[in-house]
């Protein structure tokens, strides 16, 4: 694979990455309403999971196949 275009790849998944952060960040309220003390996984700006214990949700994620891309996971305090 040329070197490039392995870079370009990684800059594509950062930048999912960030901007599943960014829309996690600008409705941080809303979740917090729903998922306080929780982990929340966001995906495509889009709410996948959430669960009290990080290592269950991580296995359902892998389970669900949700490993390909970039998933923004956060933990909402209450």
């Known amino acids: 694979m040329d070197p490039h275009m392995f870079m370009d790849?990684?800059?594509d998944k950062l930048r999912e990455l960030k901007d599943n952060y960014k829309w996690l960040?600008?409705?941080y309220e809303v979740f917090k309403r729903t998922y306080k003390n929780q982990f929340i996984a966001v995906k495509d700006e889009e709410h996948?999971?959430?669960?009290?214990?990080?290592?269950r949700l991580l296995q359902r994620l892998k389970q669900n196949n949700n490993s390909n891309g970039s998933i923004a996971i956060e933990f909402i305090y209450g």
Do not use: F, Q, V
């Open 9 to 11: 790849c990684e800059l």
């Open 25 to 27: 960040y600008s409705n």
């Open 48 to 55: 996948l999971d959430n669960d009290i214990n990080l290592e």
